[in-house]
Structures are given as C-alpha cells and as structure tokens.
C-alpha cells in the first residue's frame, strides 16, 4: 500500500479515545428519549460530508478517490447507514426515515449505480426491503442485476468462496469477515423474497465456509482474512468490527430463513454466535466497549464495534439463538455505545474504513472519525432498546 494511501487510513502520531462518561443511564432513558436519540443520529448520518478530502481513497489506477465517509455516495458504509435507518423505520413507522432512504435511492440510481464488488453489493439490502413494501417495479430489475452478480459474476476463492473484491483491490483468493454483511447477507435477503432458493443455499454455503476459515478456535473469536494463495490468516488480528460484522449478521440471517430449532444450519451458526459471544464477555471493558483489537488492551476502544456487538447480542438473546445470560453485557454495552453519541448525534470513537492489515499495530493506528456505519450500528442498538419498550 502507497504511502498516500496510508495517510488516509493511518494517524501520525497514535489514536487516543474522546473521553466518555456515562451521563445518560440506560434505565433512566424513556421511549420518547430513546426516539429522539435514534432521529437525531439519523440527521447527522444524512449531513455527514468528508468536505476537507482527508478520507477520500485514491484508486491504485489514479485519479477518482473513493469518498466512504459522505453520506450522498454508493459505499458499503452508506449501504449500512441504509439498513440502520430502515431498521428503525420498521420500529417506529417513522415517514421522515423512510424519506431519506427513497431520496438516496432516487439520487444514486439518477447518477448511475457504481462497479459491482463485494462492497457495493451492501446497499441491496435495504433496497431488497424498500421493493417489498413499496412494490416499485424498477427495483426488481437492480435486485435481480446484483444478487445474479454475486451469485456467477464475482470471483471466487478456492472452495467457491466470495472474493473480497472492492473498488481498490482485487484481493485474489481471499475471505473477509465483512462479506458475510455486505454481500452474503443481501443475498439471502434477495433469495427469500424473490422466491430465489438457490441465492438462499449459497448463502449458507458461505456462512459455513466463512466459519471454516476465519474463526479462531482457540478463542472463539473471529480473524479479519484468510488468503488461499499463502494459507494464512494475515496478521491474525481480532479486529472488532470485523467481529461485530459476525454477531450482527449471524442472527439477521436466521430470523430472515426463519429455520426451525432444530435445523443443522441454524444449530451451527448458533454454536458459533454463542462461542464467539462467550469470548466478548470476557474481553468487555469495565466501560461496556471493546477495543480495537478485542483481546489487546493497549489498542483503543472502538465504538461502530460495540454497538454491533450491543445489537448482535441483544436480539439474539431475544430470538433465543444465545442464552439469555449475555443479555448484562448487551446492556452494559448499550449504555456506553450511547454515551459515545454527543450533543449533535454523531457518534464518537469510530475506527474509520479498514482494509486487510499486514500487523496487528496496523489495526491500532486506524484513524477515530464519524462515518455513516458508526451511526447506523448505534442505530441498530437503540432499535433493540425501542424493542424491549414495546
């Protein structure tokens, strides 16, 4: 990686946490609260703009820079905040909500969608439940587009596994944790709506083959990559958000098939959640955050992480995929994430965009900076709360 390019990614000088301290107790907050708090991050996720250029990503081919951080662009990281908003639109019933995912939608398919990679698929989520309540026509044809991409367009690792392919690399052989939410999920998604059942077995196939390679056995926990051409797994680091990307999408998948109890993919994939969530519990912070690098305590404290451990938890515990004994550490990790959130709603303490790193320190000087995804999984989260209100 270029040196420009990891200025982008990297702080000079080390990353220190914006100090938090718990103002707000989760017991003394009220539904109308909770509400607030949620439109509130919801108006700053729709404001977020990169206007300096500090975090836009140059392409290796030169010239166009890929903007992650603004709201009004084609990224993973929008196609998240898309499905936090849409989460708390099928909670609250909100119109405003549901008004900024059209608008989005309407302005990018206006522009022209982007190169289809694993990353840009993320957005297909959202729109796969936009099409199911509004019945658009036209939003058939880009699900259809994209969910037949990933299913024979994408390249593919030994095994069949997706490639982690983005708009800047090609990463030949390679499984991420992240495509299970930006590409794995969507198309299970797609698969169940559209009557698509093959869409729906390769997206097991792929949760199991994800499993396979990226869980850590000593730990539980879950390493960023594996690559097939060197057959191994990079720095070997635990990397939080790469590990929340697991506990969020684990239990969207199951409550998405709807499988029965005793289903052996259900039962898999609920022995993995749990065994993953056992090793959180004894890596949570006395604050209720994780670091970084989850089992290193000399790495910072990351908040985008925490909520999607917060959220991953909680409504597991709720749909019975985990026992109800981790239900404390959701909650402990509920109150932090929300006391991260300052007076204007954006969250704080968010590791911006983070690619394959070659070292563990890689990961731990990973520059702090709001992004739409920090907002969304903190949305998530809250919806959890509004749940447990209703």
Not at 51 to 65: A, H, I, M, Q
Not at 188 to 211: C, D, M, S, T
Request: hydrophobic share 40%; with cysteine.
């Amino acid at each position: 990686m270029s040196n420009d390019v990891l200025s982008v990614f990297l702080a000079k000088d080390g990353v220190v946490n914006t100090p938090f301290e718990v103002k707000t107790p989760l017991a003394e907050m009220s539904l109308s609260d909770t509400k607030s708090l949620a439109l509130k991050l919801v108006d700053s996720l729709v404001h977020l703009k990169d206007d300096s250029g500090e975090f836009r990503v140059p392409l290796p081919t030169g010239g166009f820079k890929v903007d992650s951080k603004s709201w009004n662009n084609w990224e993973w990281t929008q196609g998240v905040g898309l499905y936090g908003m849409w989460m708390l639109y099928e909670v609250t019933g909100d119109e405003t909500v549901l008004g900024h995912i059209q608008q989005w939608f309407d302005k990018q398919f206006t522009k022209g969608t982007p190169t289809k990679n694993v990353n840009s698929m993320a957005p297909m989520l959202t729109l796969a439940y936009l099409y199911e309540r509004t019945g658009k026509i036209q939003y058939r044809a880009y699900l259809e587009s994209w969910a037949e991409f990933i299913m024979d367009g994408i390249p593919r690792t030994e095994e069949g596994g997706i490639q982690h392919i983005t708009f800047r690399q090609v990463n030949e052989g390679q499984l991420w944790d992240d495509t299970l939410m930006m590409s794995v999920l969507p198309l299970a998604k797609i698969g169940v709506l559209l009557h698509r059942p093959a869409y729906v077995e390769e997206a097991k196939r792929q949760f199991l083959l994800h499993i396979k390679y990226l869980t850590d056995n000593r730990t539980g926990l879950w390493y960023h990559g594996w690559t097939f051409l060197e057959r191994h797994n990079f720095a070997e680091a635990l990397w939080g958000r790469g590990n929340s990307w697991v506990t969020i999408a684990i239990p969207e998948f199951l409550s998405l098939l709807q499988l029965p109890a005793n289903d052996h993919i259900r039962v898999f994939l609920c022995s993995a959640l749990e065994q993953q969530v056992l090793a959180l519990k004894k890596h949570q912070n006395e604050n209720g955050l994780w670091h970084t690098l989850i089992n290193d305590p000399s790495s910072y404290l990351e908040v985008s992480a925490s909520a999607g451990f917060a959220f991953g938890i909680l409504k597991s515990v709720r749909m019975g995929y985990i026992s109800k004994e981790f239900k404390d550490i959701g909650q402990k990790a509920l109150e932090a994430v929300i006391n991260n959130v300052n007076e204007k709603g954006v969250v704080q303490n968010v590791s911006f965009g983070t690619p394959m790193g070659p070292t563990k320190d890689f990961y731990k000087a990973i520059k702090l900076t709001a992004m739409p995804y920090g907002q969304a999984m903190t949305l998530l989260c809250i919806v959890e709360r509004i749940r447990a209100f209703l």
